[in-house]
């Protein structure tokens, strides 16, 4: 009498028959779907760091020949109190003023005189700064004053220091002078937190500047960014140009696409690696077990049977890998700090991530056990049963 399918425990007591085999084949494909799980928090922590820190209630105000540049702005001292008397949308508590004239730039970093350093992200800014930059809170020390700087949580991955080079109490060199390290800061995950924050009037003392390159104005609850625009299109004599924090990070997004793109290429092209490593494992763990399968031909299952229980027996690996990725994901992966042109973001491994490493994994188990086992069982049960 045939046999419809065989029992489930059947797969999987074949799992320790073969214990080293199983091993290896567990190793690879948890290989294979860690690397996915890793290029999926990159582009996941990119595109997290860009949505992140843009504010709906923010505009950004410099100079119509930086483009999109804000590090080529240049934007005179006095048009930062220019547009606060000018404009009436701008959020005002207790007769201060939401706007802060931010000097932002590129420069070489170290933490001594005689090194070069690398290239950070320095933003002089004003005791106004935290009321504009509503995500940033700090997390050690205090606000910087006159020679002093505050350091982002990511400061010292974009520099490529270790984090103890930029403790607290530490100096820091950047444009000619020295700078003492106040404290730190947090904004959420946002792309402030790669930069140096020190006080405007000393960044432009350092740099013989009068000049600064943003003004982020805070908007009240009613008001909306087009009143901004259409102000600095109105006074062309100003030569500024105005645009939505979160409008001007979306650009940032759209000029980042071909990286995001080539990530998830990567990520079909290591699946696609993983599926063949898969294939090429499980076609080796098939056909050495020929007789085995012809003998359960034999005894009266089906082949669709038999190819069920190889999916099944695959299927299991793949979970276990899958599961196995993705703690290591978790625990060494998640949070981790990435260079990057922009500054520097912390890779994500968030329930999106999970669910497609989780799923890359679960179709390694499929695609790798389906072409062997429907190789292993075209052969005619006579000469299976005399292979060696």
Same mark, same amino acid.
């Given at each position: 009498m045939r046999r419809r399918l065989l029992p489930w425990d059947y797969a999987v007591r074949n799992l320790f028959r073969r214990p080293s085999r199983s091993m290896l084949t567990l190793v690879a494909m948890t290989t294979v779907v860690l690397l996915i799980f890793v290029? =999926?928090?990159?582009?996941?922590?990119?595109?997290?760091?860009?949505?992140?820190? $843009?504010?709906?209630?923010?505009?950004?105000?410099? *100079?119509?020949?930086?483009?999109? /540049? =804000?590090? /080529? *702005?240049s934007v005179a001292g006095r048009i930062p109190g220019l547009l606060t008397a000018?404009?009436?949308?701008?959020?005002?508590?207790? #007769?201060?003023?939401?706007?802060?004239?931010?000097?932002?730039?590129?420069?070489?970093?170290?933490?001594s005189l005689k090194e070069h350093g690398s290239m950070g992200l320095v933003r002089g800014v004003t005791t106004a700064a935290p009321l504009v930059r509503r995500r940033v809170r700090i997390t050690e020390g205090r606000w910087p004053s006159a020679g002093e700087v505050i350091v982002g949580h990511l400061a010292a991955a974009k520099l490529g220091f270790g984090i103890d080079q930029l403790s607290m109490g530490r100096e820091i060199f950047l444009e000619g002078r020295s700078w003492k390290i106040a404290g730190h800061f947090t904004a959420e995950g946002s792309a402030f937190e790669s930069e140096i924050w020190c006080p405007l009037d000393d960044l432009q003392q350092s740099l013989k500047r009068q000049d600064v390159s943003v003004v982020a104005l805070l908007l009240k609850a009613d008001a909306l960014p087009m009143e901004v625009e259409l102000f600095c299109k109105e006074r062309t004599d100003l030569e500024l140009q105005a645009i939505g924090e979160a409008e001007y990070y979306?650009?940032?997004?759209?000029?980042?696409?071909?990286?995001? =793109?080539?990530?998830?290429?990567?990520?079909?092209?290591?699946?696609?690696? $993983?599926?063949?490593?898969?294939? /090429?494992? +499980?076609?080796?763990?098939?056909?050495?077990?020929?007789?085995?399968?012809? +003998?359960?031909?034999?005894? #009266?299952?089906?082949?669709?049977? &038999?190819? &069920?229980?190889? &999916?099944?027996?695959? +299927?299991?690996?793949?979970?276990?890998? *899958?599961?196995?990725? $993705?703690?290591?994901?978790?625990?060494?992966? /998640?949070?981790?700090?990435?260079?990057?042109?922009?500054?520097?973001?912390?890779?994500?491994?968030?329930?999106?991530?999970?669910?497609?490493?989780? #799923?890359?994994?679960?179709?390694? #188990?499929?695609?790798?056990? &389906?072409?062997?086992?429907?190789?292993?069982l075209r052969m005619p049960v006579v000469e299976s049963l005399k292979a060696i």
């Open positions: 290029v =999926i928090g990159f582009v996941r922590g990119l595109e997290g760091s860009l949505q992140i820190s $843009g504010d709906p209630d923010v505009v950004l105000v410099y *100079s119509v020949g930086a483009e999109e /540049n =804000i590090e /080529n *702005s000018s404009l009436d949308v701008v959020q005002s508590r207790f #007769g201060v003023v939401h706007s802060s004239p931010e000097l932002f730039l590129g420069t070489r970093v170290s933490d979306a650009s940032l997004q759209k000029f980042y696409r071909p990286v995001r =793109i080539l990530a998830w290429v990567i990520v079909a092209l290591v699946a696609g690696s $993983g599926i063949f490593a898969g294939f /090429n494992t +499980m076609y080796g763990a098939v056909m050495g077990r020929v007789r085995e399968l012809a +003998m359960l031909q034999a005894v #009266g299952y089906r082949r669709v049977a &038999i190819l &069920i229980s190889l &999916i099944q027996e695959a +299927m299991v690996l793949a979970s276990a890998a *899958s599961l196995l990725a $993705g703690v290591m994901a978790l625990v060494l992966f /998640n949070g981790v700090a990435v260079r990057f042109t922009m500054g520097a973001f912390a890779l994500r491994i968030d329930s999106v991530a999970i669910l497609l490493g989780c #799923g890359v994994g679960l179709l390694l #188990g499929i695609f790798g056990a &389906i072409p062997a086992g429907i190789r292993a």
